[in-house]
């Protein structure tokens, strides 16, 4: 049985803090998701899991809290924020998805936990608080309600999980033509710097956004060359990236190589 203990942590970053809530998967890798407080609102709200933790951390200082996407790992303590007497927002795709939650897969379940259902007001162009005054910026492609939300005055972009670096591996829901076409757009806002749902703050968004885009623009490239060598996605996987990480296997393939190879066939063929 694989191991999952728990991670918390908060930092104060230029005027706002973040809170990142999760556990250790297979007991060394940290696997946390990231919530930012600006005020009395909350941007993303943590796992399941450590909702508990997260409300403890903030008590009842919390007013608003703003969603990203209807994910687990994003939504897990807005419940309990709501319950307390907080408004809840969220893209108005997240909507039902927020208030009859999906079936979640079992490394879900032990990794972030299922999510309690909420009723969430939908976003427009621009969410407004007595903190921060958010753009609405939609980004799909990790997610088909996927939004971004860019505080313009001070250059702060919130991205939840629409820019994660570049990868090899792609979830079974992401589909990257979207998620390329949101990194571009993402790129062309006036950010001063990132703040992801997971991994670390960027400095330089429109670099780091870049080389993410330069990263997966190269591996279509090279997936064009191999195509007619290898007739079925599974070998061109194996030639181009290798073996499957053990992610894979602990999440029982919604995490893998090959649904990135899959998704590099996909955008090929939707650009011909």
Not at 93 to 99: D, G, H, N, V
Not at 159 to 188: F, K, M, N, V, W
Request: glycine share 8%.
């Amino acid at each position: 049985m694989f191991a999952f203990r728990p991670v918390f942590w908060s930092r104060t970053l230029d005027g706002l803090e973040q809170v990142s809530a999760g556990k250790h998967m297979l007991g060394i890798i940290p696997q946390s998701a990231h919530c930012y407080r600006v005020g009395s609102t909350l941007i993303d709200a943590g796992p399941p899991h450590q909702a508990s933790h997260i409300v403890d951390h903030f008590g009842d200082t919390i007013e608003h809290v703003i969603l990203t996407h209807h994910h687990e790992d994003h939504v897990g303590a807005a419940w309990h924020f709501q319950a307390q007497g907080a408004r809840v927002y969220a893209p108005k795709k997240s909507k039902p998805l927020l208030e009859d939650p999906p079936g979640i897969m079992p490394y879900q379940e032990r990794l972030w936990g299922n999510p309690r259902p909420v009723e969430a007001e939908p976003v427009g162009d621009q969410v407004k608080t007595p903190d921060v005054t958010l753009d609405v910026v939609p980004a799909p492609g990790h997610s088909k309600d996927h939004v971004a939300y860019l505080e313009a005055d001070r250059g702060w972009l919130f991205t939840g999980d629409a820019y994660l670096g570049a990868r090899d591996i792609l979830r079974s829901c992401e589909r990257l033509g979207p998620l390329i076409a949101s990194l571009e757009t993402l790129q062309r806002l006036d950010a001063n710097k990132i703040y992801p749902g997971h991994g670390s703050t960027q400095e330089t968004p429109q670099r780091a956004i870049q080389e993410t885009l330069d990263h997966y623009e190269a591996r279509l490239e090279e997936t064009k060359r191999l195509r007619d060598e290898h007739t079925t996605p599974r070998t061109l996987r194996k030639h181009m990236l290798g073996r499957e990480p053990p992610i894979r296997y602990v999440t029982r393939g919604d995490f893998s190589k090959q649904h990135f190879a899959n998704e590099l066939l996909h955008v090929l063929k939707e650009r011909t």
